[in-house]
């Protein structure tokens, strides 16, 4: 019978290296400094082979467990247990042709570029490149999910990272639990309760919060939906209103225009009717010009119909230019009338210029007009010089 002495015969006993002890001896003593029993779910490790919704992750003792039974239960269970730092992920589906960046900061499919390993510990939550870490992973076609990061350390979530499956992502050395089975709709619960208090306080709670408003806007499930409107209520906080509407209005399509007409007609703080008017302008719907019109000649506050005709003049087009003079001519303040030149200037010089040139020649107000030549001098645009000539040739 072979003893713990015996060295297995694949295995040669000839002295190896300056301490004439053979690779057997080696093999022996390691195994008597191994743990006779690792748990079977969490393993150190460097690199992992990845599910199909679940980015590459590296440098972490990962777990994988099921939240089939509810996402709320094991995100509590995690926060209960967490005292060091570790992290809480998951994949959920995302909008069509809204995915974010493996390692940058945009999220949409024109913004993607290459993706190599991203450091979930980098220090300020942006999405960095661990140098030298991966391969190519130049994308052809977008993911259609997004996996959600929760850092958690003292009982509380300190940051979040949104990241596209297709990441390698580098843990740094810290635990992962990664969930699967997650319901979208649990998934839009979850952080609905890290975004209110988030945007009532500063610091890292504030950059938790935003975290977590990006991720529900992200999410391909009208729970997303239906949380963001909640978000837009007077009774919540200004910054938090401002924010969701930006989201409505960059990424949840009709259902988000629908909160934007809403909110420009009922929100009482101007400050957030003028990000109202800038989610208008960044909204594919066709109808938001529609409604950015309708707030330039409509809303009461001169500062919000101001914005809106700045926004408008992003858009160009018939029907923009339209406005910004029908502005000039007509609205009753002089202040705004002003911020209609302005708006001018912001068209495509094609369109802007020779707008300004007729509002400087034909406008009955003389502070309007006098605005109209400033901005004019300051564009150095040839039909500029040409139109000053004509006057100054004129006198």
């Known amino acids: ?172 050395g810290l635990r992962v639990l990664w969930l699967m089975e997650v319901k979208p709709a649990e998934s839009v619960a979850v952080l609905t309760t890290l975004v209110p208090a988030g945007f009532s306080a500063e ?51 009709a259902a988000g225009l629908a909160a934007l007409e809403r909110m420009a007609k009922s929100d009482p703080s101007s400050h957030v009717r003028q990000q109202v008017a800038f989610a208008y302008s960044v909204c594919r719907q066709p109808a938001a010009v529609d409604d950015l019109i309708r707030m330039a000649h409509d809303d009461e506050n001169e500062h919000v119909r101001g914005q809106a005709l700045f926004w408008l003049a992003q858009k160009a087009g018939k029907r923009a230019a339209q406005a910004i003079t029908d502005a000039i001519e007509n609205d009753p303040d002089t202040a705004l009338k002003k911020s209609a030149v302005f708006a001018l200037t912001q068209m495509p010089h094609d369109e802007g210029i020779p707008l300004l040139i007729q509002v400087a020649r034909d406008n009955k107000n003389p502070a309007v007009r006098k605005q109209a030549f400033f901005w004019l001098g300051q564009s150095k645009d040839p039909r500029a010089l040409a139109f000053f000539e004509q006057v100054l040739g004129s006198r």
């Open 1 to 172: 019978m072979a003893t713990p002495n015996d060295c297995p015969s694949g295995l040669a006993s000839r002295p190896t290296g300056r301490s004439g002890k053979s690779a057997c001896q080696k093999s022996r003593r390691s195994a008597r400094l191994r743990p006779a029993c690792l748990p079977a779910v969490v393993v150190l490790l460097w690199s992992v082979p990845a599910r199909a919704d679940q980015p590459k992750i590296s440098n972490a003792r990962l777990e994988t467990r099921s939240a089939a039974q509810g996402l709320e239960p094991e995100f509590r269970s995690f926060l209960a247990a967490q005292a060091d730092p570790g992290w809480l992920a998951y994949s959920v589906p995302a909008l069509p042709g809204h995915h974010p960046l493996c390692c940058g900061e945009g999220w949409t499919d024109d913004d993607r570029d290459r993706c190599t390993r991203c450091a979930l510990e980098s220090g300020d939550g942006s999405n960095h490149t661990v140098q030298g870490s991966g391969q190519d992973s130049t994308r052809l076609e977008g993911p259609q999910d997004m996996a959600i990061f929760l850092r958690v350390a003292d009982h509380g979530v300190t940051k979040i990272r949104v990241l596209s499956p297709d990441c390698q992502v580098d843990a740094g």
């Open 203 to 253: 610091g890292e709670g504030r950059k938790v919060a935003h975290g977590a408003l990006a991720a529900i806007a992200m999410q391909a499930d009208p729970a997303a939906d239906r949380a963001l409107d909640a978000f837009t209520a007077p009774s919540q906080p200004e910054k938090l209103r401002e924010q969701a509407a930006f989201w409505l209005g960059s990424a949840r399509g």
